[in-house]
Structure formats: structure tokens, C-alpha cells
């Protein structure tokens, strides 16, 4: 698979990256960090111990980067067979709601420019007959819950879109993987207490990676989270309001 | 709450980030994977945290033909062996769990069962890229701030922050260990069967029963091995092993001379024929017990501690059968003690390694825990010898001035390069008595 990938540079994305190029996938790095990402490609390319791994910044707050950060990997990669995309933004409810400018900037990263970005990569893999478009959502964006109102909701909205591009677009080839992780203990949640049923990163990836070959359109990783929001849709709403998860 | 391998807890918290230099920056101390026994990895007293470096994991370059790896100090060796295994390179020291970071077994100027030829990480180490104290990063290396470099090897951490790595690899003919073992009858034959084989053997190591007795004390099992040819080894690369994890503590009191006895009989008697040998997988020669994830809870809520210590062969094996004469008397329960030959003492001026012989023993928590661990002290004082810092919890800052004639000088480096005394752990002050 030649694989363009946005957010390899650390926690999820990371572990997945590596998981692809030790198997032999070829890959091309967006993020929004030059040195970052030479550090990050220079490592996925001794894991890898073959073929080089190139880079171009892309930043969700930046649109205009979108288009030539594509162009540029399926330059280096003689075009591009699977589009992933791990990077977003977390913050708390409470820093949210203190920092207005902040729930803005979190709902453009990881909604309007997300879907913009993949956007982007859907016509360019669609002109090329299909491929595979892997995001990651999250499990807040199951159900409207009072920690992640905010957060939840941006992921809430990403869900939707990333369901409606499968169906608009599967018999067209283009198969959109929508992953949901639970708690992942990544530096992103390193602030938090780890509830239980943690996910480990890696352990994350083998679960997405197997999912994005079969083309499944949902997975949710640790893969008990589709068991506990299964249980948590279920809940009654006079139930949600008074519990604190 | 933070605790090490040993699992006796103190008040803290790791922060984690894959920025390892954005982490660390303004901290007392870093952090690996926690494999050090007692205190080394937990912050002082009156502070609550610690830098984690187990994100900070990627590797930065290889060169096949040089051998060098350069790598952040988060990375693991669990993770070297897995990628360069299987391209015939190997760590030149592998220690006795695989979960441990390059920052860690720098820091510990690790050892393995080849010091005896290869001696510690140290001398293989080629350089480092640290956060100081003051903030500055700098690197060093025996050209530059050598002074520095020297008194990290070995240092605990507590001469700055380690960000990278530069590590020389081995070449090896196959990722497979061609091994043999040998039951010893006494310890007499014991030594000298280490002693002849290390002139022969990049790999030795001797497991012994320390609550035989008469007769019989020091028996047990000696271990050799090489990395074996192509022509001997499978040709596949060895697959990773299957692991049983211990998911709940068990009581306290499973662990009792009783069921030590027990186990070292029967590991003793394991092989029923005197010798034994064929092709092994390298992480069950090198990482026996990597096997069982969370095996350190079997010794129960209070914990425990090993006491790693080397002893000069001065007088030939006095010292040793001293040693386990008191552990006897003292009725330490434990189950096997290691027994490795050390080779000459590195560069690191705080590293554990002397010529001698080193004994490690696992000894659960008990109420009379201190004063055993003072009478170990004192009768490895008086052999001329030293304990292993990555391991203890228990000793006291007297006894290890009276074991560490190098301390002083390691100590001179150390305010050099963090005069204000920012850099400290739980270690430190119980047996460094620095003060904050
Ligand atoms: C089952 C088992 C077997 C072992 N076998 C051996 C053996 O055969 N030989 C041997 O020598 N040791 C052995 N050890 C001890 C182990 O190798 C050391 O304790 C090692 O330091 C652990 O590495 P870590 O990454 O877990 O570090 P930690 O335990 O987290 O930290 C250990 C020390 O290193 C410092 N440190 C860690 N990272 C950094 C960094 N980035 N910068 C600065 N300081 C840092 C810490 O401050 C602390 O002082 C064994 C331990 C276990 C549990
Ligand atoms: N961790 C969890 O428990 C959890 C749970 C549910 C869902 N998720 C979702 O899963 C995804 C991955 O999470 P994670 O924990 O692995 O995250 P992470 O460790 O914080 O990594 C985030 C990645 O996204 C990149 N990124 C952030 N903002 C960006 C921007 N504006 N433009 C381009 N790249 C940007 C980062 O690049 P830099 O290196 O440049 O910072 C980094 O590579 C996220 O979408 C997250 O919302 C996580």
C-alpha cells in the first residue's frame, strides 16, 4: 500500500505508521512540523530497513497547505493508495468552556478542516479508480456526554461525515474507515487518570491496520469500546444527565 | 504513586510526551520504563514529579557498515531486539529483562552475561545528547565534556537529562543462541567452571540455590552460550514468544523459605542429565522471565528487593562463601541467586562493575528488612566490594561512603554541571543525603 498519513509523528499515528512500513507499505508524511517529521520519517525508514520515507508540511489550520502536501506524496510515491488521518486536537470540557477561542479552534481542527482535508483526498483518490481513507474520530462523538461536550461534539460531527462518504462513495471504490478509540494512553490523555480498559497505542494500530485491509467501515480500538458505547448509546437520557461520564 | 520494579511506592507522578527536552525541561529527574528495583526512578521527597521517557522512542539513524545506532532515549531494548535481531545485529549488552530504555541502561551503566568479555553499555556508548540542569542541551562524548559523559555512565540520572543515544551495535552470525547448561555439584566448582568457561564464552552466567547448605552450598546450574552459526540455526529469525501475564497480587505470605526451597530444587533438577545443550531462542537466554508480564506481583503487597552486590576475589572464593554463609544464617528466602564473573571496571566513575564476583538475589519485604540489608552491607564491606544502585532500596548513606571511594569524585563532576543541586531522586537523598 503507498500511504499518505497525517499525525504520524506521535501517539496513535505514530504506532500505526510503524506498524505499516515494517510490514513494506510505502509511505509520505503530513504534519505541521518540519524537524518532527524528518525525525519521524528517519525512523519508520530504519524500522522499515528499506526505501525512503518523505515529508511535507500540512497543517489543519492551514487550508491552503492541503492540495500541495497531496500532490507532493503522490509525487514521491508514484501515487497514493490509502489517505490516514490521526491527527485532531484534545482539550477538557473546563478549558474549553473557559477559553472560548480555544472550542473554536478545536471545533475547526478536528471538524470543518478535517473534513476539508479529507475532502481534498477523496477526489484525488477517486480520480485514481478508489482506495481507502482512514480518520480517526473517537468515542466521545457517540453519544452527548457532560466531560466532552465540546470535544464530542466535533467528533460527533466527524462520524457522520465519515459514514455519509462511505456510503456516498463505497461502490466507487473509495472504502472510508472511521476509527473510534476509547481512553489510549497517549501523550494526548497523559494528563488524565486512565480509566479502566486503557488502550496502549500499538496495540490500537494492529486492530485499525487490520480494519483498513478489510475495509471496515467502523472500528472501534481497544475493541471492548464497541461493547461499552453499545451500552452507553443504550442509556436513557434521564440516566446521562445525572451520571458524570 | 510512582514505585520501581520491587513495587515499594512513594507519593508521585511521570509526566509523559514524546518532546523529551520539553518534558524534562525544569524536572528533578527521568524517567524509563521503571525497571530499577527500589528508588532510583522515584522524584525526592517535597517534589511530585518525574519526566517519562518511554515516548520518546524513535530511532534517529542507522549505518549498517559502522554499526551505529543513534536513537532517543526513550527507545527500548525490547524494541532493538526485535528490529535488529533479525539483521544480525545485536545491543552489545543485553540484561536480564528486555523492558528497559537506552536512557535507563546508560544511566545504570548496564551489564550483561558478557561483561566478563564485553564489559558495560558504557564502553560502547559512543555519544549522548543531554538536558543539563541549567536548561543548556549539550552534547557529550569522550571528546567533548568528557567529564560529563563519564560521571553519566553509571550516574542515575542525576547529572542531567539523557535525550539521545549513540550506541555501537554488534554484528552477529545468527539471531539464534547455541547454549549449554551445567549442573554444579558445590560452589568450588562452580567458580572454577565460570572461570574456565569465560575464556571460551562471550555469554556466562550461574543460577544457584542459596538456601542449600553443607555440602551442597552453592550448587546449581551454569549457563554458557554464543550466538550460534547459520549452519546450526533455524533459518527462520525467532519468532516472538508467547507471554503469560500475572494479572492479580498475590499474598504475601506465598513467598516463604518453603516454596523457595521447593522451586530451587526443582530448577535445580530441572535437566535430569548433568549437561545439556542445543539451539536456544535468544530472549529466553537473555530475558528468561520477560515471559511473564507482572511477574514482580507474586511477591505481594509489600514488595520486594534485590540485592545485587560484587565481591573481589581477593583471597579466591572466600569472600563469596562468606557472603552466602550469611544468607543462610540470616534465613533470606529467596529463590535463585545469579552469580556472574566480572570482567574489568568500565569508565563510568559511579558504575557497579569490579573484577569480582557478583551475586544477585530477589528478597522479599519484611519487617527486619533494614537490618539485614545493613549486615549484607557491612560483610560486602568487608570483602572490599560494592552494591548495585539500579537495585537497592534499603542501604544506608553511611554504609555506601564506606563502600564508594569514588563518590567523592563523581560527586565534584555532578555539582559542575548542576551546582544548584536541581537534579535529585528518592535515591539520592536517602543514600547521596543530598539536600534541597
Ligand atoms: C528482571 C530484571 C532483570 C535485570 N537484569 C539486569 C542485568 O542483567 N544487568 C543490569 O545491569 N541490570 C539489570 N536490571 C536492572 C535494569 O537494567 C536497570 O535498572 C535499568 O536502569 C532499567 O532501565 P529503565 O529504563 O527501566 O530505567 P528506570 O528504572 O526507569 O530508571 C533507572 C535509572 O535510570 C535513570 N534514567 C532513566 N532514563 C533516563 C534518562 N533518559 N536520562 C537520565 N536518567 C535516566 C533514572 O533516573 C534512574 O536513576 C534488571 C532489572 C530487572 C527488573
Ligand atoms: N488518545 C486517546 O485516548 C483518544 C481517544 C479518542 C480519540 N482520539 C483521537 O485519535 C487521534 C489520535 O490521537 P493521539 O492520542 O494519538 O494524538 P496525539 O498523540 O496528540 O497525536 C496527534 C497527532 O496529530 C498531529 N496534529 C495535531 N494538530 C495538528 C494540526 N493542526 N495539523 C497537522 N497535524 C496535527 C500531531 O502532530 P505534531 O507532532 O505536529 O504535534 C500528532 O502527530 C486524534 O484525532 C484524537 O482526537 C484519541
Known amino acids: 500500500m503507498k500511504v499518505a498519513f497525517l499525525g504520524a509523528t506521535r501517539g496513535m499515528g505514530r ?33 522499515a530497513g528499506q526505501g525512503e520515507v518523505g515529508t511535507a508540511l500540512c497543517d489543519l489550520e492551514q487550508p491552503e497547505t492541503f492540495g500541495p502536501a497531496l500532490t507532493a506524496a503522490e509525487g514521491a510515491l508514484g501515487g497514493v493508495d490509502a489517505v490516514v488521518v490521526t491527527a485532531g486536537m484534545f482539550a477538557s470540557q473546563e478549558e474549553l468552556e473557559a477559553e472560548p477561542a480555544r ?27 478508489g482506495g481507502r481513507l482512514c480518520v480517526f474520530s473517537s468515542v466521545a462523538g457517540d453519544r452527548g456526554r457532560k466531560p466532552v461536550a465540546i470535544y464530542g461534539a466535533s467528533k460527533a460531527g466527524l462520524s457522520r461525515y465519515l459514514e455519509a462518504l462511505d456510503h456516498r462513495f463505497r461502490d466507487q471504490g473509495l472504502i472510508t474507515v472511521c476509527v473510534k478509540p476509547g481512553f489510549v494512553k497517549t501523550s494526548m490523555t497523559a494528563g488524565l487518570d486512565p480509566p479502566p480498559f486503557a488502550g496502549e497505542p500499538d496495540a490500537v494500530a494492529k486492530t485499525v491496520l487490520r ?11 481497544p475493541p471492548i469500546w464497541r461493547w461499552i458505547m453499545l451500552v452507553i448509546r443504550l442509556m436513557p437520557r434521564f440516566v446521562m444527565r445525572r451520571v458524570g461520564f | 504513586m510512582l514505585s520501581g520494579w520491587g513495587r515499594l511506592p512513594l507519593p508521585g507522578r511521570q509526566v509523559l510526551g514524546e518532546d523529551l527536552e520539553r518534558v ?43 554499526c551505529v545506532l543513534r536513537a532517543e532515549a526513550g527507545f527500548s531494548l525490547g524494541e532493538l531486539n526485535r528490529i535488529f535481531w533479525p539483521r544480525r545485529f545485536s545491543s552489545p549488552v543485553l540484561t536480564g529483562t528486555q523492558h528497559v530504555t537506552l536512557g535507563g ?67 552477529i552470525p545468527s539471531p539464534w543462541i547455541w547454549s549449554e547448561a551445567e549442573r554444579m555439584g558445590g560452589l568450588d566448582r562452580f ?44 533459518s527462520e529469525p525467532p519468532a516472538p514468544r508467547k507471554r503469560l501475564v500475572i494479572p492479580v497480587e498475590l499474598p504475601s505470605w506465598v513467598l516463604n523459605r518453603l516454596s523457595a526451597r521447593t522451586f530451587n530444587l526443582l530448577y535445580y533438577r530441572k535437566q535430569l542429565r548433568r549437561r545439556t545443550s542445543g539451539i536456544a531462542h535468544p530472549e529466553s537466554f537473555f530475558h528468561p522471565l520477560d515471559v511473564l508480564i507482572g511477574w514482580n506481583k507474586i511477591y505481594g503487597p509489600r514488595g520486594f528487593t534485590q540485592y545485587a552486590c560484587v565481591i573481589p576475589e581477593t583471597d579466591g572464593t572466600a569472600g563469596v562463601r562468606r557472603f552466602l554463609g550469611l544468607l543462610t544464617s540470616l534465613g533470606v528466602a529467596s529463590f535463585l541467586c545469579v552469580l556472574k564473573d566480572f570482567g574489568g ?92
Not at chain 2, 40 to 64: K, Q, T, W
Request: glycine content about 10%; aromatic content about 6%; charged content about 30%.
Open chain 2, 105 to 171: 541502561m546508560v544511566a545504570a551503566d548496564v551489564h550483561g552475561k558478557n561483561h566478563h568479555r564485553d564489559g558495560t553499555i558504557g564502553s560502547h556508548v559512543r555519544r549522548l545528547k543531554m538536558l543539563l540542569a541549567d536548561g543548556r542541551v549539550v552534547e557529550c562524548s569522550r571528546e567533548s565534556h568528557q567529564d560529563l559523559f563519564l560521571a553519566t555512565l553509571g550516574g542515575m540520572g542525576l547529572t542531567g537529562h539523557i535525550l539521545e543515544v549513540e550506541l555501537v551495535l554488534q554484528r
Open chain 2, 24 to 66: 524534562a525541561r525544569g524536572m528533578p529527574l527521568t524517567r524509563g520504563l521503571g525497571r530499577s528495583y527500589g528508588d532510583s526512578a522515584l522524584p525526592p521527597p517535597g517534589e511530585a514529579r518525574v519526566a517519562g521517557s518511554r515516548l520518546a522512542d524513535r530511532i534517529l539513524s542507522f549505518d549498517p557498515d559502522s
Open chain 2, 345 to 436: 571496571e568500565g569508565e563510568g566513575m559511579l558504575s557497579f562493575p569490579k573484577p569480582g564476583m557478583s551475586l544477585s538475589l530477589d528478597i522479599p519485604v519484611r519487617g527486619n528488612i533494614r537490618e539485614m540489608i545493613a549486615r549484607l552491607d557491612d560483610c560486602v564491606i568487608d570483602c572490599g566490594g560494592r552494591i548495585y544502585l539500579a537495585k537497592d532500596a534499603f542501604t544506608s548513606a553511611e554504609s555506601f561512603r564506606a563502600m564508594e571511594p569514588r563518590l567523592k569524585a563523581w560527586q565534584e563532576v555532578r555539582r559542575r554541571w548542576d551546582p544548584d543541586g536541581r537534579l535529585a531522586s528518592a535515591q539520592s537523598i536517602r543514600l547521596l543525603e543530598d539536600r534541597r
Open chain 2, 191 to 234: 567458580l572454577a567452571g565460570l572461570e574456565q568457561s569465560a575464556a571460551e564464552w562471550p555469554f556466562t552466567v550461574g543460577w544457584v540455590d542459596c538456601l542449600a547448605t553443607g555440602r551442597h552450598r552453592g550448587r546449581g546450574l551454569l549457563i554458557r552460550g554464543r550466538w550460534a552459526e547459520p549452519s546450526e540455526a533455524p
Open chain 1, 211 to 221: 480494519a483498513i485491509d478489510r475495509g471496515r467501515p467502523v472500528v472501534y480500538a
Open chain 1, 15 to 47: 504506532a500505526l505508521a510503524r506498524r505499516m512500513a515494517e510490514r513494506g507499505d510505502a509511505l509520505f508524511l503530513l504534519g505541521r512540523q518540519a524537524e518532527e517529521l524528518e525525525r519521524s520519517a528517519r525512523d519508520l525508514e530504519v524500522r
Open chain 1, 103 to 129: 472550542a473554536l479552534r478545536l471545533l475547526e481542527i478536528n471538524f470543518s478542516r478535517t473534513v476539508a482535508f479529507c475532502e481534498e483526498a477523496r477526489r484525488r483518490l477517486l480520480r485514481r479508480g
